[in-house]
């Protein structure tokens, strides 16, 4: 075994002494071969040795062997050298080694062998016959279950029939590699022809004539001479064929660097006019609620019909009085009007009570307008809560009508 390896890597560095590459490389081909298995020549072999089995005429029958096909692919990657990998079928009645624990029940079974490997040629695809040597490495599945390794070694003949078309004798010895592989030699005859047809030599056209001699004439001195120049006395760039960058739209920002080039605009917002993002007829510089539409009357924003006065809470609590819920249901209204509008809803307390006392009550009582709002169909992420106590206040403290103004709710649009 040690023997067969070492031949195998002497072979194969002996072989890149043809590496080569002409027009004979062999292109991506397909083949079909019909193969015989031989089990019982490499025993007898074994047992009495080769000159014995030659002597006494001892080589196996074809009918002791088994019959399979096999499809294989081969591609040139020198002149002298393919590549070629085989996938073979067969049925026949393995010698399962007993060491496998996998009992013989006779009768033949399904083979599957894969190898891969390459083809050493003495000659090129050229020649009508051409010797060659192949070794390569496999693996084997019998049955489903009995999988073993083995190295194919062997040589064949090369038929050329021309266009690429091929007919193949092969005799291959497969070489233990695995504890469960058992030796053999596989006898192939078939046919290969290329997958696509051979591309024709590429003929390079005959260079052009040389162009005349350019006039090196430049008026405007900006290195591109007038006999190329669009604009031949103004000073120009390459990219518009000698003329200046252009401004077609005359904002003084030229084309290369304006993002409306046709329609004039600012520098601040790289050409483009004062943009009006809710397009409302004010632009986003003067449009208070840039983001959401408004009358111009009203600085672009919404004009809102509740009032947030009448919204009133029982005393010391964070419920709402009745008549609170016919106005916040105007609010309800407004925001369906204007679907992308959000409110922040504020909360404010009078001076009464501790700051501690205030500051959770106001936060309660806003939660409350927007709990109430929520449940009237409003998006929640529209509605935003903010507390402040009694750190706000828009009437004196010191008076009932004050504190009572104090305890408020407000809403502010949020932008």
Known sequence: ????????????????????????????????????????????????????????????????MSSGLSLQYLNGLTDHIDFATTLGASFLNYPVRPSSGISQTGGSKF?????????????????????????????SMYAGTYFAAYAPVGGGLQFNLGDGSYVNLQFNYRVEVSGLSTKHFNYGFGFVAPLKDKKPPVVAPPPPPPPPAPVDTDTDGDGINDDNDKCPTVKGVAKYAGCPVPDTDKDGINDDEDKCPTVAGLARYQGCPIPDTDKDGLNDEVDKCPTVFGPRENNGCPILNFDPKDIKFKVNSDKLTAPSLVELDKGVENLNQYPTLKLTVEGHASTTGTDKINNALSAKRATSVKTYLVSKGISENRLSTVSFGSTKPIADNKTAKGRAANQRVEFKIQE
């Open 1 to 64: 075994m040690k023997k067969i390896l070492i031949f195998i890597v002497v072979l194969g560095l002996a072989s890149t002494t043809f590496a080569q590459t002409s027009d004979n490389k062999k292109m991506p081909s397909l083949g079909i071969n019909f193969f015989l298995q031989d089990f019982k020549t490499p025993a007898s072999i074994a047992s009495n040795g080769f000159s014995s089995v030659m002597q006494k005429n001892k080589w196996g029958n074809i009918s002791d």
């Open 111 to 139: 083979l599957l062998e894969a190898d891969a490997g390459i083809n050493v040629k003495l000659l090129t695809d050229k020649y009508f016959i051409d010797p060659y040597i192949n070794m390569g490495v496999g693996a």
